[in-house]
């Protein structure tokens, strides 16, 4: 009887080995899509995934942009599925909303004291692996000083020459 707990625990530990653990979502707080039974097209852990999510401004100033939201899901999915990190190639260009960019004490300056409701979401998605950035023109055009923007966010020279660029390296673009 012995003998056979002991088997029975090595094919156990075994088998565990060989199914990888479900790691923490990268996107903590956000869902990803959920299960569709018998669903075609899904992610394939295989692939690399390059895509350019492009974001306007939102409809209503104190809440989470739902394109971020989205942005998160999708990589959150992505995860659930299989697809390592260094498989997410995944980049964020905000050309519309432009305040979402804002450090929290900037946002409250310009919106009567309200918190900015999408800092936390940009800070969540750049610990998730996401590449955030904001088009310069937008930033110029708006005078935006540089230290009113949150750290993780990259300035580029123009969310058109992104989008080019990115296009050119294979990136699919959304929205």
Not at 22 to 30: D, E, I, K, T
Not at 45 to 57: C, D, I, S
């Amino acid at each position: 009887m012995r003998q056979r707990l002991d088997v029975l625990a090595i094919l156990v530990a075994l088998l565990l080995a060989a199914v990888p653990a479900r790691a923490q979502l990268p996107v903590p707080g956000v869902t990803p899509a959920r299960d569709v039974p018998d669903a075609h097209e899904m992610p394939d852990p295989n692939t690399e995934y390059k895509v350019l999510f492009m974001v306007g401004a939102g409809p209503k100033a104190d809440e989470v942009n739902p394109t971020l939201t989205a942005v998160a899901r999708y990589v959150n999915t992505l995860a659930k599925a299989g697809v390592p990190a260094e498989k997410r190639k995944i980049v964020v260009m905000i050309r519309g909303g432009i305040d979402m960019i804002l450090t929290n004490e900037a946002y409250k300056a310009k919106h009567d004291g309200q918190d900015n409701p999408n800092a936390a979401m940009l800070q969540a998605l750049k610990a998730g692996g996401v590449d955030l950035r904001v088009c310069g023109q937008a930033v110029v055009g708006m005078k935006i000083d540089r230290h009113a923007i949150l750290p993780v966010i990259q300035v580029d020279l123009w969310a058109m020459t992104t989008a080019i660029n990115l296009g050119l390296k294979g990136y699919v673009r959304v929205g």
